[in-house]
């Protein structure tokens, strides 16, 4: 079974980093890193272009041994 996470945005990234809407990029690829890192094989987002290629990193590092999941 696929895990799904949508965090683009999120009212939880401005509580954990007081921020607008449009200031939550960053802490949306780290919650999206962070799920991807944690087994999630589905992302929900926004800024595709930026989670793509935080995603393609993401996928490199898994295998790296100094990286743990």
């Known amino acids: 079974c696929a895990?799904?996470?949508g965090v683009s945005?999120?009212?939880?990234i401005g509580k954990i980093v007081p921020s607008t809407t449009d200031e939550r990029l960053p802490g949306t690829i780290a919650l999206d890193s962070v799920a991807q890192m944690r087994g999630a094989e589905i992302?929900?987002?926004?800024?595709v272009r930026e989670a793509v290629q935080?995603?393609?990193v993401i996928d490199q590092l898994k295998g790296m041994p100094w990286i743990r999941s």
């Open 43 to 47: 992302l929900r987002v926004h800024d």
């Open 3 to 5: 895990v799904l996470i």
């Open 9 to 12: 945005r999120k009212s939880l």
């Open 54 to 56: 935080a995603a393609r």
